[in-house]
């Protein structure tokens, strides 16, 4: 599967003229004909043209008028069925050729991709999918080639010749039969992405280590048992996760070593007090990953985060550094023991999990961290490739969480009162159970008390323990502070939270912590997670693993707060954060489909194969339950009503619940509306009074099909549910259709499964559409999240409390992905 994208800059910016036979079951053309004879087209001549798209159609030659397209610079031939490119193919000037899926072999490729005598325009040329047995000599002629993707071929090497292609910028040979990589592609000085994944290969050449501008390398599914020493320890290796063995073999200058002492020991100093050289050390210094290690490591070529996958268990970040001798004990055990695991161990375990060379001859082989859910497969390549063009230039700030010194008991915020200041009342812990010290592992406690599951949603909070069937608690995401002036009850509480809240709306102010999905104030969230485990749980969070559920690309920093929250204030013995959509799907039994999670701020269609979001086809809308509660108390209101307080919110949201429906027809039903009188339905208010509404009811759900009467131009759900599997494989999409999963509070309107299979099925009529929705679907995520923290698994997937002091929090990025 090819999924590298070239560059956008790489073709024209104006607008280009297409001829787009796409997609048409053709198995012949005669391209001049067809043009002539279509009356839509304004072209005129096929030498006008520049795209000319033949994709997924039965073709098993290329129509001989092709020589005729002087102007052609895009030729997309993939998924049909040819069996040659003729040599015309090099007299054309095609910028992107992509001839993907087809039955191309190896002598029926074009002699030459080029003219004679001239230089070659061609800068992306997909070949992969086909009948391939050995690497094309003649596309190493291609100087000004970008872009070669010949994956899910039969090569058994690379040509050595490869290095003449000193323009390419992505190679992706995936999914071949290599055993072996020529030490010549580490002279591919512009190479930005390596794809070697799915293949027999033992043993990697030191040269890659040469590839200054690499940002991605996958190496998973190989035979592959280590990474080779010299491409972890090269000193300016942009793909290096450093361990230094000793100093003295790589000996920092003078220079070096005085900016490493005013970095780490924080001297103040003046721009004229040091040279300009060492302030310029000082700006690019990136500190140690190791908390226990004070080095700095300088490195002026690294300037983006860069991405390995080793052994397809983690995607790591490649600006992880280990500066110090310090890093690396001479003596690592097979397991870590209660208080002895190393601080290099740990660092070497969780970047690569999997064995090193050893350091030494007297070392023992590295333990790999425990795989997670072998049914989770690791199929993101796709995801990978297509962010490699798009990777973040900064790298993720980590504060340093060292462990408290043996002995002493550190409080649960000794590391943490500078950032968060709680004014909850702590937990209350029945005398009888063992508390730990923030700090202290969890083999010093046993925890085998059932894992705590907490959905956090930008309405309510729904919580309970794995071994059951539904939540225990579900309480509203908000918290109430007491009007200016106002005092509320004798002891004078500063906040309320949830039902508590809700109850004194009168008096209350409220805010609400988690905003579209992100949490946007971390004392409330804090506020919320403590009641939920004193409050609504009664449990000591310290003796029970937690998780929690997160939105779909969920900012880094937000991550690693709620991991530092978990372990630095309630010290819990382990966690594992993971994205809702996953645990919608997951409820339902299906580990690939698409799910709909609407609730009450943000819409999520989160397209999943195996486990995996497929992240670059994921839809966010901004159009939720709370967009419809407004829109309700909108129409009500222009019925001669009028609700604006806290309260009459909250009885608009009961109404929307109780009352509304989703119209099959909502023309026909709008037009009859006036005439039937069953359609008017009343709601007694708390006073005795009722408020009359009639088509209100199905006129309210309607914006999620037509969300332009609210303002937005997005399209309504079943448009980008269809947006998002097309963005798909198409080898994907059919069963995506098939799996189509509604889940969160905002998708329980009767009739909407109906109507979201009509409107999908009109817009893709060759598929067939098949919608699940659950009747408690408004805790689906909950239930996936007991039903993944149920497994036998799920112990080995967590974080553990060693893990997260060993490391800090960005663990959480390392191991929940």
């Known amino acids: 599967m090819e999924v590298y994208t070239s560059d956008s800059s790489d073709t024209d910016s104006r607008e280009q003229k297409t001829l787009d036979y796409g997609r048409m079951n053709l198995i012949d053309i005669n391209l001049e004909d067809d043009l002539h004879s279509d009356a839509k087209t304004s072209i005129k001549s096929i030498k006008d043209i520049e795209i000319l798209l033949l994709n997924h159609n039965r073709l098993t030659r290329l129509p001989r008028t092709l020589r005729n397209f002087l102007s052609l610079r895009v030729l997309d031939l993939s998924s049909n069925c040819l069996r040659e490119l003729p040599d015309i193919i090099g007299q054309l000037p095609l910028i992107t050729l992509v001839a993907k899926n087809n039955q191309l072999t190896n002598k029926s490729l074009p002699k030459s991709f080029i003219i004679k005598n001239q230089i070659s325009s061609l800068k992306e040329l997909n070949l992969s999918g086909n009948m391939l047995t050995h690497f094309p000599e003649q596309v190493t002629e291609l100087k000004n080639l970008r872009y070669l993707y010949v994956g899910g071929n039969q090569i058994c090497s690379i040509s050595k010749d490869i290095w003449r292609m000193q323009s390419l910028q992505v190679l992706s040979v995936g999914g071949n039969l290599l055993t072996d990589v020529p030490d010549t592609v580490g002279l591919l000085s512009q190479l930005q992405a390596l794809v070697l994944c799915d293949n027999l290969i033992e043993n990697l050449p030191t040269s890659i280590a040469r590839l200054k501008n690499l940002k991605s390398l996958l190496l998973h599914k190989n035979r592959l048992k280590h990474l080779p020493k010299d491409i972890l320890s090269l000193r300016d290796n942009p793909l290096v996760v450093r361990f230094v063995q000793d100093m003295s073999l790589n000996p920092p200058t003078l220079m070096e070593l005085a900016a490493r002492i005013v970095k780490t020991a924080a001297v103040s100093v003046e721009p004229g007090d040091l040279p300009q050289t060492i302030l310029d050390y000082l700006s690019c210094a990136n500190c140690c990953v190791n908390p226990q290690c004070k080095g ?403 006129i309210c759900p309607e914006a999620l099909f037509d969300p332009t009467v609210l303002g937005h131009k997005t399209g309504g759900i079943h448009i980008n549910i269809n947006k998002s599997i097309l963005k798909c494989d198409r080898d994907l999409q059919k069963n995506l259709y098939k799996k189509i999963i509604l889940a969160g509070g905002n998708t329980l309107f009767p009739g909407i499964e109906a109507r979201l299979k009509t409107e999908l099925s009109r817009l893709v009529p060759d598929y067939t559409v098949q919608i699940l929705a659950e009747p408690d679907r408004q805790y689906s995520v909950w239930k996936g999240g007991a039903a993944l923290a149920s497994l036998s698994t799920f112990e080995n997937m967590n974080i553990t409390d060693q893990e997260y002091y060993e490391v800090g929090p960005n663990i959480v990025n390392i191991k929940c992905f």
């Not at 509304?660 to 023309?667: H, K, T």
């Open 296 to 698: 700095v490591f300088f490195d002026n070529r690294v300037e983006h985060i860069k991405f390995v996958d080793f052994c397809g268990k983690y995607r790591v970040p490649l600006l992880q550094y280990l500066c110090s001798s310090k890093c690396i004990e001479h003596e690592v055990p097979t397991r870590p023991q209660t208080n002895g695991a190393t601080r290099g161990y740990m660092m070497r375990k969780v970047l690569l999990a999997s064995d090193l060379e050893p350091l030494s001859r007297e070392q023992t082989p590295i333990t790999p961290l425990p795989q997670p859910n072998s049914r989770f497969q690791n199929l993101r390549e796709e995801d990978n490739a297509r962010k490699v063009h798009k990777i973040d230039t900064t790298p993720p700030a980590v504060e340093k969480f060292p462990r408290p010194e043996e002995g002493k008991t550190a409080s649960p915020r000794s590391r943490y009162h500078s950032e968060i200041k709680s004014t909850s009342p702590p937990v209350s812990v029945a005398p009888s159970r063992k508390i730990r010290a923030a700090g202290q592992y969890s083999q010093e406690v046993e925890y085998s008390n059932s894992p705590i599951v907490i959905d956090c949603g930008s309405g309510y909070i729904k919580a309970g323990f794995a071994n059951e069937d539904k939540p225990t608690t579900v309480f509203p995401t908000i918290v109430g502070r007491p009007r200016k002036g106002i005092v509320v009850g004798a002891a004078g509480r500063s906040s309320y939270v949830g039902e508590g809240a809700q109850s004194m709306r009168g008096v209350l102010s409220f805010k609400y912590p988690i905003d579209r999905g992100v949490v946007t104030d971390w004392e409330d969230m804090e506020k919320i997670w403590q009641h939920c485990f004193a409050n609504e749980l009664c449990v000591d969070p310290q003796l029970h693993p937690v998780l929690l559920t997160e939105i779909p690309n969920n900012p880094t920093a937000n991550r690693e707060r709620m991991t530092q929250i978990m372990f630095e204030l309630f010290n819990v013995p382990a966690m594992y954060v993971t994205v809702q959509s996953i645990l919608s799907l997951l409820s339902t039994g299906n580990l690939t489909g698409l799910a709909v999670d609407s609730g009450e701020g943000i819409t999520n269609i989160v397209p999943i194969y195996e486990g995996y979001p497929l992240t670059y086809a994921i839809n966010k809308l901004n159009l939720a339950g709370m967009d419809l509660n407004e829109y309700l108390m909108k129409l009500i209101n222009q019925r001669g009503y009028s609700l604006s307080t806290t309260t009459e919110k909250e009885l608009v949201r009961d109404m929307k619940e109780t009352m509304c429906y989703v119209s099959q027809d909502f023309g026909k039903e709008l037009s009859t509306a006036e005439t039937r009188l069953s359609l008017e339905s009343q709601f007694k208010l708390p006073d005795g009074n009722f408020i009359h509404i009639a088509n209100e009811r199905f």
